[in-house]
């Protein structure tokens, strides 16, 4: 199964688009499904305040997890993985508008009301995990990541 089709399917299932993004690759990156499901849980709706949208937090802490800095004195890696961070919420912005959650999604999920309205935004549209997606492709692309599985 595609990374786009796991995410979508997760998301359907009302997990966070953090939680569905990170979970999309944790098989090759080590992690169960479980524990990222748990790790991206607290990301969602903008970490709780409609702030940098879940579906990028996801995809940032994969990106992370696949070439952040794990060694002491390993700067080359942190800022190989800062370049990709950037690059990929760049990229995202570019195609979306912005990486903030409130701004993608035209209301503030922080509020019951926001929730409400953005749960009937969302169906029929691009979800937000398709989005993120999109930007990480361009992202890989231009790391010269091969694109499997997307």
Known sequence: MKHTEIASELFSKRYYCSQAVLAAFAEELGMTKEQAL???ACFGGGM???EVCGACTGALMALGLKYGMCEDGDYESQQRANSYAVRFLDEFAKQNGSYICRELLDCD???DEGKAYARG???GSPLPTQRAFAGLRGTLRW???PSAHQ
């Open 121 to 123: 935004a969302l169906q």
């Open 38 to 40: 748990r790790v991206g």
């Open 143 to 145: 790391a010269g990541v």
């Open 48 to 50: 709780c305040k409609a």
């Open 109 to 111: 999920i922080a509020t």
